[in-house]
């Protein structure tokens, strides 16, 4: 199912902005074992809190069958998100089938790395090809700030050790910056990874959901990071990798390795955005900051035809003029809290 001719209504789509579709970010879970501030804070995602039902959430059978269509609409990249997509129980397998479909040529993984170091192995021999690994700071007390959890970094490091021993390659990992939070600490998560060959993407505060308590003050830009890393060890701006990618990079002018920088609240990209989300339960979000999606799982369950589901793709994406980062940036008054129906990152693995 990899050539569009197979369905027609799927061939040379794109959306309003003419941008198409490339890259499908799946979130296999919205259960999450740490409790980020920016992201599911400890006092709104309680013990309390209701998760979505077992029988809510799509099948990895479901979820195969969709990445077909997506692939068949020129989509060659997966990401694996959740929540925390390792507390889905069986991933491996979800990730062996989605790595034989025709087109699809890239998965990728996005992880807090709790649980990586005793999952990582079966994760490679899954077909893997990439892990982006969530570590917003190396300082033990402020990790436990960030994640919401009595423990520290040190799981998480070990996860990233074990799949560097793999041979992943290259390891991302990602750092969400608040302003009197983290900052302090960027420079010393650059110079534990330098020269090992994992790239540290440097990340601004964004107002994803509507839980978070984002706030434009809380915002370190892109050029402060870069300034601030830069007087400790020069850099240099480099070539984007491919059209699209989210993060500007730079390298080390020793010869050290890179970093990156992904400034959607200061320098938005959604120009060149082509990707689409399909979160926990089956909808298909188009937009990290949409406040909904379109409901594929009732399609799926109510005897839905692969045509079926590849006129509901081409409707929505052609449909798509998606661009909320560009608009926000610039309003200079935005605010604490924006729109009281946004998506919550959660939910959509961001």
């Known amino acids: 199912m ?72 020129g989509v060659s990249k997966l990401r694996i998100t959740g929540g925390e997509p390792l507390v889905r129980a069986n991933l491996p397998e979800l990730i062996s089938s989605l790595s034989k479909i025709d087109g699809i040529d890239d998965i990728a993984l996005t992880t807090n790395g709790y649980l990586l170091a005793k999952n990582a192995q079966a994760l490679k021999d899954a077909g893997l090809n990439r892990l982006t690994i969530s570590l917003d700071s190396i300082d ?5 700030k960030m994640s919401g959890r009595p423990q520290g970094p040190e799981n998480t490091l070990e996860g990233v050790k074990v799949a560097t021993e793999l041979g992943f390659d290259p390891i991302k ?28 993407r440097f990340i601004e505060f964004m107002d994803v959901g509507t839980k978070n308590g984002w706030d434009l003050s809380q915002v370190v830009t892109s050029k402060e990071v870069i300034d601030m890393i830069g007087e400790e060890f020069p850099l240099e701006p480099v070539d984007a990798n491919y059209v699209g990618e989210v993060a500007s990079r730079y ?45 594929f799982k009732e399609a799926l369950r109510s005897g839905a035809t692969d045509e079926d589901l590849a006129a509901m793709v081409a409707k929505v994406w052609t449909s798509r003029d998606d661009r909320y980062s560009e608009l926000r940036s610039k309003d200079t008054e935005f605010k604490a809290g924006g729109s009281d129906d946004k998506v919550e990152m959660y939910y959509i693995g961001g």
Do not use: W
């Not at 569009?4 to 579709?21: A, M, Q």
């Open 2 to 73: 990899s050539q569009n001719s197979e369905f027609p209504v799927l061939k040379g789509i794109t959306d309003k902005l003419k941008r198409p579709v490339r890259d499908l970010r799946i979130s296999v879970t919205d259960r999450c074992n740490f409790r980020c501030t920016y992201c599911m804070p400890a006092e709104i995602f309680g013990e309390k809190y209701e998760f979505l039902p077992r029988p809510h959430i799509l099948t990895f059978e479901e979820i195969e069958r969709l990445a077909r269509v997506f692939a068949a609409a």
């Open 140 to 144: 033990e007390d402020i990790f436990k």
């Open 173 to 200: 990992i990602n750092v969400v910056v608040q302003r009197g939070v983290n900052d302090h600490t960027l420079v010393d998560t650059a110079r534990y990874f330098r020269g090992t060959g994992a790239i540290v």
């Open 251 to 295: 390298r080390y002018t020793d010869g050290a390795g890179e970093i990156g920088v992904i400034s959607s609240v200061s320098e938005p990209f959604c120009g060149s955005c082509t990707r689409a989300r399909l979160s926990t339960d089956g909808k298909l979000v188009t937009c990290l900051f949409a406040s909904g999606g379109t409901d």
